[in-house]
């Protein structure tokens, strides 16, 4: 699947029944990302369910890991602190040329927006945060993170992503503190709709949503 207007590929890489690794699919991203760098390949979203499993960036503070889970925890290479991924979650992991550092902040802005757009089709007012990364929504607390973002750029290309939570256990979350914050929750677009919503129900929403977005990248 590609734009008319760019040249971007959306590479489907393994949704449910079939789950994908954590490693499978970092080393995926790091071929993709080095023929893409190399002008070998197009810009690419990868899109996938990963098996369950707890991903711990940079800034990733011993109080937020887990101490109970037997859920394996895997450092990575991103921005950010811990989160999780597994079943009922559609990761997306676009690796787009952005030309260097200074594109970090608005390519993290336009991947929160592409998701709002993604949500509102289904009646989810999704927002940004000023101060933190991902998609949120009222609770009946505090707001709740329905998409979490975390990247990397390197060589002028990004990795890493966004995870958007259609159908999944939120009960891993209580295992961490996610992404480090203490004073919100987590949520998913199932629980907010009332009813049963899949990764492979919102792929072409968000494969369409990205193509769409995708045009404000600086050439």
């Not at 939570?165 to 961490?176: R, V, Y």
């Not at 990764?199 to 072409?204: K, T």
Request: proline share 7%; aromatic share 6%.
């Amino acid at each position: 699947m590609r734009s008319e207007e760019h040249d971007v590929e959306i590479l489907d890489a393994g949704l449910a029944p079939s789950l994908v690794p954590y490693t499978e699919g970092w080393e995926l991203q790091r071929r993709i990302h080095s023929e893409v760098v190399a002008g070998d390949r197009d810009d690419t979203l990868i899109l996938l369910e990963h098996e369950a499993v707890f991903t711990a960036g940079s800034r990733t503070e011993p109080a937020d890991r887990p101490t109970r889970s037997t859920t394996p925890v895997i450092e990575v290479d991103r921005g950010g602190r811990i989160t999780w991924h597994g079943p009922g979650q559609l990761v997306g992991y676009p690796i787009v040329r952005l030309g260097g550092q200074r594109e970090v902040v608005p390519h993290v802005r336009r991947l929160e927006r592409m998701l709002i757009d993604v949500l509102r089709p289904l009646g989810i007012s999704g927002y940004q945060v000023t101060g933190r990364t991902g998609v949120w929504v009222d609770g009946p607390l505090a707001p709740a993170k329905i998409a979490a973002i975390g990247v990397r750029v390197e060589k002028g290309a990004s990795m890493h992503g966004f995870a958007l939570n259609c159908s999944n256990s939120l009960a891993p979350f209580d295992e961490i503190v996610p992404c480090g914050i203490r004073d919100a929750g987590v949520t998913t677009i199932s629980r907010e709709i009332g009813g049963e919503t899949t990764p492979a129900a919102m792929r072409d929403a968000v494969a369409s949503a990205f193509l769409e977005i995708f045009e404000e990248v600086p050439a």
